[in-house]
């Protein structure tokens, strides 16, 4: 299960890096809750456009340090993100902790919550 988990990790990020919005709406839950880089939570259409439809556009992405806790039906997944984006013409640079929760429900995983905090510079 944990390569299934890392493989879907690895579909998200790739879907998060090239904006793919189908990508995202099957890997997310129609009940997905998220909260952003600045502390908005966004429900599943809410995620989807913060990354395809924002202005904000990742030209690298990584994850790392994955840590897996599993239990049940549910894995939670913490890790640390660098990336770098374009918003407005404007490059950011940043690191960030976060937690997904995938959640195995009627035959296949689906991400059901998403976190993500910037770490301190």
Known sequence: ??????????????????????????LLSDNFRGISIRGIRLDKTGFISSICDSGV?????????????EKENTVYVYGRSIFNLE???????????FLDIWVFDYKQWKLQSSSITPEKK
């Open 87 to 97: 918003m407005n013409d404007t490059k950011i640079t940043g690191t960030a902790q």
């Open 57 to 69: 556009r990742f030209t690298d992405l990584k994850i790392e340090n994955l840590e897996m806790t």
């Open 1 to 26: 299960m944990i390569k299934i988990i890392l493989d879907l990790e690895e579909r998200l990020t790739n879907a998060e890096l090239d904006a793919n919005a189908s990508v995202l709406d099957d």
